[in-house]
C-alpha cells in the first residue's frame, strides 16, 4: 500500500494566522482525503482534494478557511486560516484507490493554536 | 441522521484472553465495514474490510462479523497480547462518489490488554 509523509508533524500557531500542511504519496493515488480528529472525537471528512480541479467540501468546510490544493496524483496541500484556537485538532491526510479499497492515513499533523 | 456508536469507555483484557469491541449503527445500510487500528500520536492503520453479503472474515488473530438485521459488527482478538493495546476504529461506507466509497468513522474503543 501508499507510503505517505505527512508534515509538519505538529505546530504551535498563533490566533489569525494560517498553517499549510503538506501529505505528499509514494506512489499516484486516485483519490486524497483531508480528515479532522479532534480530542476524544472521530474522525471527520473536511474535503476530497481532486487533482487539477477545486476540492469536495464537507458539509460544515469552506474553501475560504481550508483551501486545498492538489498539483498532482502525488501531492496535495491543506492550509487552516484564520486560526482560532477551535482549530485546534489533528489533521490527516488519507488516500485510497477507486472503488472498495481500505484507506492509507499519514500520521497527522497535531495543531494547537494559542 | 446517520450514526455509528461504539464503546467509549476503555476496554481491559487480560493476556491471552478473548477481546470483543462492538459497532453499532442505525439509519444506515452500508455495503462495506472496516475496522482500522490507532495507536497514539499516528493515524489509523487499516485491519480487515468486510462486505454486507459476508458474515464473517478473518484474518490471523482477529476475526470481524457483520449482521446487517442488528445493525451491528463485532471486532474480535483471539490470544490478545499487550501489543493489541490500542484505539480500535470502525468505519462504514457512507456511499459512493465519484467511483470511491466514502468511509465515516466511529469514535473508536481504546483496549488495553494486561500483562
Known amino acids: 500500500s501508499a507510503v505517505i509523509s505527512q508534515k509538519p508533524s505538529r505546530d504551535i500557531c498563533q490566533r489569525g494566522t494560517s498553517l499549510t500542511i503538506q501529505c505528499q504519496v509514494d506512489s499516484q493515488v486516485t483519490m486524497m482525503f483531508w480528515y479532522r480528529q479532534q480530542p476524544g472525537q472521530s474522525l471527520t471528512l473536511i474535503a476530497t482534494?481532486?487533482?487539477?480541479?477545486?476540492?469536495?467540501?464537507e458539509s460544515g468546510f469552506v474553501i475560504d478557511k481550508f483551501p486545498i490544493s492538489r498539483p498532482n496524483l502525488t501531492f496535495s496541500t491543506l492550509t487552516v486560516s484564520n486560526m482560532s484556537p477551535e482549530d485546534s485538532s489533528i489533521y490527516l491526510c488519507?488516500?485510497?484507490?477507486?472503488?472498495?479499497?481500505?484507506?492509507?492515513f499519514g500520521s497527522g499533523t497535531r495543531l494547537t493554536v494559542v | 441522521s446517520q450514526k455509528i456508536e461504539q464503546n467509549s469507555e476503555a476496554l481491559n483484557i487480560q493476556e491471552g484472553k478473548t477481546a470483543t469491541l462492538t459497532c453499532n449503527y442505525t439509519?444506515?445500510?452500508?455495503?462495506?465495514l472496516q475496522w482500522y487500528r490507532q495507536d497514539p500520536g499516528r493515524g489509523p492503520v487499516f485491519l480487515l474490510l468486510?462486505?454486507?453479503?459476508?458474515k464473517e472474515k478473518r484474518k490471523e488473530r482477529l476475526k470481524v462479523t457483520f449482521d446487517t438485521t442488528l445493525k451491528q459488527s463485532l471486532f474480535h482478538i483471539t490470544a490478545s497480547q499487550p501489543a493489541d493495546s490500542a484505539t480500535y476504529l470502525c468505519?462504514?461506507?457512507?456511499?459512493?462518489?465519484?467511483?470511491?466509497?466514502?468511509?465515516?468513522f466511529g469514535t473508536g474503543t481504546r483496549l488495553k490488554v494486561l500483562a
Open positions: 468505519a462504514l461506507d457512507g456511499g459512493l462518489d465519484s467511483g470511491t466509497y466514502k468511509y465515516i
Open positions: 439509519n444506515y445500510s452500508p455495503a462495506y
Open positions: 482534494a481532486n487533482q487539477g480541479s477545486e476540492a469536495t467540501y
Open positions: 488519507s488516500v485510497t484507490d477507486r472503488g472498495v479499497s481500505d484507506y492509507t
Open positions: 468486510i462486505r454486507e453479503n459476508e
